[in-house]
Structure formats: structure tokens, C-alpha cells
């Protein structure tokens, strides 16, 4: 096994693979950085290329530059409140508020040093479990799968908002999501539900289009309605100095990251979930890190922890998913899936050879990712101050640019306007919910699980009746998701309770 | 102006949800469990909101999320915000019209000269960059195809 793992970074440590891993990375860099364009659609653009390489050659590649996709995205969505990622939304509520009080450096070196400790955390992951991954992911079936997605709703709709009334507008917030998963054709009949007889809804709401809209809008309008920069009024000198104090943020609130990590992993983990739940259920953890209802009210004002969980939690996700890919040729995600068809393209089947006969290669994933994090984090921190001094760029030169990034980045999702119309529907959505004070992220989280949460539903319906609710894992499940809704109740009333 | 958007919102989603278990009523068993599950409890809260907001009781905390600058009078933000709107409106309807590859250094060179009240050489010269970038990165590098506007080839692009 040792033996296996130190010729695994010997392989990727040969000049041709290394070099595909850097054009890699490149790539993923400027990728990340375009809101939109998304890491999964690149990867199946770039998957034609790895005909004549190697395995190593062809996974440097590839895995390079997905693996800093998330980490380039968690800075555009940082700077300009813009999702790089459909993975990265969550960072922009505190990471973005930073960025408007002239704390881009900061919040940029929180995320970036965060980054690489959910990568190293998601690789530790993926070398450790490869033995010991089979019981693990198979005591998850189709009911515990709905239950973990009702928890990760519960989570995020009781955290996002404060009060009796906050967590009605949470709810409120995440039935909306849930409601607009469910436009499109019913998986099982086949009928199409609230599509208003236009073929574009039968497939569904697409998530890029909704995302740029309800985060971006909302950002430009605000621009414009300022008249500064990003960093508004905010010292000039402030705004390129906070990186190290970033970086200190993450040792500060290490066992904050190193959970968020954990939770990024697990997610990464159990396929299906989809990668953009990771940030959110981080960030919900987060936020319940907060001692007092007065501390939590930080978060979304620019809480330094509301950018180190989803930060480390977007990474890690990237080891986790690549365990059920390589163990039983079930992708974790959408990235996950095409990789897989990278594996049968070079001639390689997922399952007990992934494990036994080509173990070196195996390994060879874990140090890409670990080498592919650690070069990009150190090019941010290099390019940090002509990144940081992007938000004290004027409003009036942003917001076109913007503008320009946010309509391209929807309409690449399907090539269609009507991807466009749903992105300015969203937008107003969006400012609507933002100016009523309601929390978008249980909107962002009930779309991302309702197809999921269906599904898994109508399975362990069809599977167990009502027994699936007796199963062992979801009983615990359901404690766990009343737990989380009565915790904020249970917090208030004992910092109310006299000493 | 907080409380008007809650209602407006509350009442949007009390009409979504109630079209929601309406049209899910004609639907079989397997495709309208999901719904009815979703949309009944959906229809509930946002009444409750409704009632929080009409009664004027149970004052509600702002949520864990960004907040708009209140830094300017409500009459000057509103115009603005309008503003902000009508240039997001128009970009898309030129893009309808003529097609992004026109549409792009179209709006951002009116942008500059008419919002940002830049000056004729610097706001070509930035149209110009951002030109280059756009059509060296998407047309020229990723090949993604951008349709004529309906101006120029008929009405494509849906």
C-alpha cells in the first residue's frame, strides 16, 4: 500500500504528466474565474483531448483542473457577489459582504487557505477510505438518502434566519426551491408539471441560470445604486493587507474548517447529493458555530466563518466524490460522471482493479489533487493584490463587464434566451427576497435536493411503505433534523435564562 | 418598503402553491404525491406570513444574507434601482435584436458614455477590451455558437 501511494506521486512527478497537470490547472484557473461557465461542462469539453495520453497523463489533466475550478470560483464569487461556481454561491453572503467593507484580502485568504486544507482533508479522505469505503457507503440507501436531504433542508432554513418568524421565511424560502424542482417531466409518470406548455421547462430549471440571477441581480442593482466600488468607501490600504489575517482566520477556527472539511467529504461522498449542497450544508454548520443569537446576526454581514466552512467544505467535497467513482463506478456528482467516461475512454473499469491492480493510479488522483491545489492557492496568493484591487475598480466599469459575464455565463447552460429571461427572473426574485430580508440559501438548497428528495422518496415509498421510516439510520436522521430546527429555540432561551 | 416586499412575496408564493395543488389534482397518484406533500405546507406558511405581516405582529430579523446599501434616500435608491433594471432589460433586448456578438461593445460603450459619463476615447478603448475578451474566449477559443438577433436571422435562439 505505502509503496503504492509513494509511486503514485512519483507518477504524476514525471515532466509530461506534471505538464498536463499545470495545463490543467491553467485552464481551471480561468475557469473558475468566469461565472457560469462551469467546471463539468469544461470537463466534457476537455475530454475528447485525452485520446493518446496516458492514464496519469490524461487524470493530471482532467482532475487539475477540475480540483481548482471551486477555488478560482470561491473568488469571483468573493469579488463581485457573482457564483464562479454553481458550487460557490454560499461563500458570496459572507465572503462578499468582506469584500464591501474593504475586506477582500481577508476573506480572499480565508477561502484560499481554507481551500487547501478541505483539499488536503478530501485527498487524506480518499486514500484512507479506499480500504475501507464498501460498508460505509452501502448502509445508505434510497430512505436514509431522503432523510439526508430533508436534514441538509432543515439545516439550512432554521440557520439562515433568526426567530419563530425567520424560520417561517427559512421554510417558506426552501418550499419555493423544492416547488421549483419540481418543473419539468415527473421522473416516474412522466408528466409534465408546471412547464406553462413551454418545451424549455420540461427539462427542468437549470440551476446556472437561477443561481447567477438570484445572486448576481441583486449585486448589480446595489452597485448601481451606490455609485462606488465593490469596496465602496473602505481605506484603500485595508483592502490588500487582510490575506495573512485570512490565513490566520483558518487556524483560528481550525476544528471550524476541519468540519466543514469533513462535511464537504461526506457529501462528496454519497453520490447524488450533487456538489453545490457541500457549501450550503457548511455554511449551515457555520452558522451554528455562533454562541449567541447576537453572533449569528454577523453572518451574512461578513462573519470571517461564513467564508473558512464553505471554503474548506467545496474542496474536500472533490476527494470524497471521487470514492464511490473509483470504487464502484458510481459518480458522486455530474463532474464525477464524466471523469467516470474518462476512465472508459483509457481502457480502465472502476471497482476491485481501481483498488488492487492499478493502485499506483489511484494514488496518482490523490496527489493531483493535493499538487493541483497547492500550485493554485499559491498563484492566488501571488496575483491577490491585482485580484483585491479589482474591488476598488469604479461601479460604473464593473457592472457592464458584469452584466456582459452574468448573461453569457446563463445563456452557455443550454444555449437559449430563455436561460437569460430566467436569470432576470430570478434576479427580481432575488432583490425581492434580499429587500423583504428573507434568506435565498434554503431557496438554493430545496432546488438543488427535490429532484433528489422525489425520487428517493417515491423509491422507499414503492420499496418499504411505511416502513422505511423505522429503518435504524433514518430514525437517527429524524432526531437529528428536529434537533436542528428546536436548536435555535433551545439557544435563545438560554442565553435568555438569568445567569 | 421591507414589509410591502414580504407581502408582495407571501402573497406570490399563497398563488404558486394554490395553482401548484390545483394542477397536481388532474395528475396520477405518483406524480402528484411530491407536490401535494410541497405545496400544502408551502400554502400554510406563506398565510402565516401573510397574517404576520397584515396583523403587524412578531417583528422579523433580517436573515443571514447580504443587505442592500441604505446608504442613499429611499426616492434616489428607487431611481436608481429602476435605472439598474432598465439597462439589465434593455441589454436582453438588444441582444434579442441583433445577436451578442453586436449587442456586447453596443451596450457596454453606451454604458460607459451615458451612465458612467466617460469620455470617448477611454469608453472605446474599454469597449474595445472587453470586445476582444469576449469574442477571443468564447468564439474564438470555446466555439460557442451565439445566434444571429432576430433583426438578422430571424427568430432564433430559444
Known sequence: MLDAFVQGLLLILQWKAFAFMLAGIFVGFWVGLLPGLGGATTLALMLPFIYNMEPVEAFAFLLGMHSVVATTGDVTSILFGVPGEATTAAIILDGHAMAKKGEAGRALGAALASSLVGALIGAAALALAIPIVRPLVLTFGSPELFMLAIVGLAFIASLSAQGARGMVRGFLAGGLGLFLAMVGQDPQAGVARYTLDTLYLWQGLDLVPVLVGLFAIPEIIDLVVRGTSIAGNAPAGRINRGALEGVKDVFRNFWLTIRCALIGTFIGITPGLGGAVAQWMAYGHATQSARTPEERKGFGQGDVRGVVGPGAACNSKEGGALIPTIAFGVPGSTSMAILLGGFFLLGLVPGPDMLTKHLPVTFSLVWTIVLANIITVAACFLLLNRLTALTAVQGHLLVPVVLVLV???????????????????????????????????????????????????????????????????????????VGVIFYPAVQAWRSRKPA | MTNRASLGLAVAIMALAAWGIY?????????????????????????????????????????????????????VARRRTLLAAGWTVGFFALILLVGFPIAVPVMVFAYLKVQGREGWIFSAIFTAAVWLFFYGLFELLLHLHFPDGWLFGGFGGF
Do not use: Q
Not at chain 1, 430563455?418 to 430570478?426: E, L, P, Q, R
Not at chain 1, 411505511?466 to 429524524?478: D, H, I, S
Not at chain 2, 400554502?43 to 446608504?71: H, M, N, Q
Open chain 1, 407 to 481: 448573461f453569457i455565463g446563463s445563456y452557455t447552460s443550454n444555449s437559449s434566451y430563455a436561460d437569460i429571461i430566467v436569470t432576470i427572473v430570478f434576479g427580481a426574485v432575488g432583490y425581492f427576497m434580499v429587500l423583504a430580508g428573507w434568506p435565498r440559501a434554503p431557496l438554493v438548497l430545496g432546488l438543488v435536493l427535490g429532484k433528489i428528495a422525489e425520487n428517493y422518496l417515491y423509491i422507499s415509498v414503492a420499496r418499504y411503505d411505511f416502513a422505511w421510516l423505522m429503518r435504524p439510520v433514518v430514525v437517527v436522521l429524524l432526531i437529528l433534523a
Open chain 2, 23 to 75: 394542477s397536481a389534482l388532474d395528475w396520477p397518484l405518483k406524480s402528484k404525491l411530491f407536490p401535494l406533500v410541497i405545496c400544502v405546507p408551502l400554502f400554510c406558511l406563506a398565510g402565516a406570513e401573510l397574517l404576520w405581516v397584515v396583523l403587524g405582529k412578531g417583528a422579523a430579523r433580517a436573515a443571514s444574507d447580504f443587505k442592500l446599501s441604505a446608504e442613499h434616500a429611499p426616492e
